[in-house]
């Protein structure tokens, strides 16, 4: 279950806080790539939706045109 709390995404054990770019896994901050945060990110907002290989890639490809 995703909830919205003011500024944070939190989900058992993990929060979210996108104005920051920071992520923290049981109160502990983890530290990653701009690339693995957008990813991860997508993923949360899609919680409950399949992504195929495709739809990745092209919010990759979209997100950092590469």
Do not use: W
Request: proline share 3%; charged share 20%.
């Amino acid at each position: 279950m995703q909830i919205k709390t003011g500024d944070a995404i939190s989900l058992p054990g993990l929060s979210i806080y996108p104005d920051q770019r920071k992520i923290f896994r049981n109160r502990q901050e983890i530290h990653l790539t701009a690339k693995k945060y957008n990813l991860l990110c997508m993923l949360v907002e899609n919680i409950g939706h399949v992504m195929t290989y495709i739809g990745l890639f092209c919010f990759l490809l979209e997100k950092f045109k590469i």
